[in-house]
Structures are given as C-alpha cells and as structure tokens.
Nanobody
Framework: VQLQASGGGLVQAGGSLRLSCAAS????????MGWFRQAPGKDREFVGA????????TYADSVKGRFTVSRDNAKNTVYPQMNSLKPEDMAVYYC?????????????????WGQGTQVTVSS
C-alpha cells in the first residue's frame, strides 16, 4: 500500500483546510486510515482515524469538534477536514493505514505511512 498525502498549505487562524490521502491497492476498504501530526521538536501524535467502512471515527481530544474525517472507498481516498485552525495545529500531517482495528491511536499500529504534508497556521 502506498499513500500520497496532499492539501497542506498556509492558512490564517480560524480558517479551514481539507487534506487528502490517496492510497494504492485494491484493499482500501479493509484499511483503517489514521492521520497524525508532528510539530517541530515534538513527537508525532495521533489526530484521528476512520474505519474501513467509514462508520466509525475517532479523534484526539485536542481536535474534537474542529476536525472531521471522511473517506471515499471508490476513489481510495480519505479526507481529513480541519476547521477552526489554531496556531498550535501547525505541523506536518501524515496519513497512515493499518489492517488492525486495535489500538488505532498508536503509531506502531500502522504498517503504511504517507510522506506528510505541511500545515502552517498564521496568527
């Protein structure tokens, strides 16, 4: 599975961005898709995840109510939507995929990673 993230950029605080993560392969609907972020000098942290069917979604407390995620299995793509962005949301955002349904908030659960896309939030 190869993952290609896109959609990052510069946005003012309070603004929105929609990322995309496209996956190769024919097993996309079986994959839990997660996304993580890493700010300079900080560890990579969990942001959210969506189940293979799209019926179950999980978010980190820091983004609940502001970020959502959806997926289109026909297009092998997941769409993290980030609203009400804050300067502390600024980071490189990574999409990841796993066939596991356990511990989906843990980095080590994910077998496949995209290259990351930069999100910059100006205050």
């Amino acid at each position: 599975v190869q993952l290609q993230a896109s959609g990052g950029g510069l946005v003012q605080a309070g603004g929105s961005l929609r990322l995309s993560c496209a996956a190769s392969g024919r097993t996309f609907s079986y994959l839990v898709m997660g996304w993580f972020r890493q700010a300079p000098g900080k560890d990579r942290e969990f942001v959210g995840a969506i189940s293979g069917s799209g019926s179950s979604k999980t978010y980190a407390d820091s983004v609940k109510g502001r970020f959502t995620v959806s997926r289109d299995n026909a297009k092998n793509t997941v769409y993290p939507q980030m609203n009400s962005l804050k300067p502390e949301d600024m980071a490189v955002y990574y999409c990841a995929a796993t066939r596991s349904t356990m511990r989906i908030g843990d980095l080590v659960t994910y077998e496949y990673w995209g290259q990351g896309t930069q999100v910059t939030v100006s205050s």
